[in-house]
């Protein structure tokens, strides 16, 4: 988890690209993931909720005075360097920025919270590091390592910590799965619905709530410290990370389905309204 959940990248990989004028899919892959990232942080813990807000002042200290030297221009000197390592085997200005992910994620975890809180305040501060002429560069090859090794290795994680006997133990508990799938169409979605209404054509707004609705990361965290807590049945949780799974599967797929119907409706020819010749 960075500045945008995994599961909005994977949901765009299935549906055509938007225009760059319309980033909305990433602002709310953005916004949905950073406030449930901080109520984990403060709520899914066992300290004092004083202790947690002074270690939370903390970490915040830490990420803003990175964020604030990320931010400020580079030496001339220093910026030749990195442009002259990134496309040799030195790869620095990749290095750097894995070191700064894996700093702030350890800090987090040492301080007792989430690594997803470490990780998303890392994706910002990298964001705002890798700027200029070999931004594009950079951003392209942290990608390439985060969609091409770390996330499959999470969905492989997922996996194995799914409870399956649980979720097959009874029928109740599978008809769990569709409806935690409708409530995250529900929750996650239908907002997307009423707040886009007039900023997009309505032709967008279901395919975009469908990719807002995709759901996996958050759901698999926060069902892990549920039934690790004790304040979640083992089968609620696989029956949510199941739901979680079949959002990313089947709401991308529809959305790209949608956009394509209406693509194909738009350059469709017109019937009855050509005069006929002769």
Do not use: W
């Amino acid at each position: 988890t960075g500045p945008n959940s995994p599961t909005v990248p994977i949901a765009m990989t299935r549906v055509p690209k938007r225009p760059p004028d319309r980033p909305e899919s990433c602002r709310i892959g953005s916004v949905g993931e950073f406030g449930p990232v901080l109520a984990i942080a403060l709520l899914l813990n066992r300290r004092n909720p004083v202790t947690t807000a002074l270690l939370l002042a903390v970490f915040a200290v830490a990420a803003v005075s990175a964020a604030m030297l990320a931010s400020r221009p580079l030496p001339p000197r220093l910026l030749g360097s990195l442009h002259r390592h990134l496309h040799s085997s030195a790869q620095l200005p990749i290095r750097i920025a894995v070191l700064l992910i894996a700093s702030l994620t350890l800090l987090a975890f040492k301080l007792g919270f989430s690594v997803l809180l470490g990780a998303f305040a890392a994706g910002i501060i990298v964001r705002l590091l890798v700027r200029g002429q070999d931004g594009k560069v950079v951003r392209e090859k942290l990608e390439a390592i985060g969609f091409g090794f770390l996330v499959p290795i999470f969905f492989v994680v997922s996996g194995m910590q799914m409870d399956v006997l649980a979720l097959f133990a009874t029928p109740a508990a599978l008809l769990l799965v569709p409806l935690f799938l409708a409530l995250l169409l529900i929750v996650r979605g239908a907002p997307v619905l009423l707040l886009y209404r007039r900023d997009l054509p309505r032709r967008e707004l279901a395919p975009l709530a469908l990719l807002s609705a995709t759901g996996l990361p958050l759901i698999v965290v926060i069902t892990t410290l549920g039934v690790t807590l004790g304040s979640m049945r083992p089968v609620n949780a696989a029956a949510l990370v199941a739901a979680g799974m079949l959002s990313v599967l089947l709401y991308p797929m529809l959305a790209r389905l949608r956009l394509q119907r209406v693509r194909d409706r738009e350059q469709a020819p017109g019937l009855g309204f050509h005069p006929v010749s002769g």
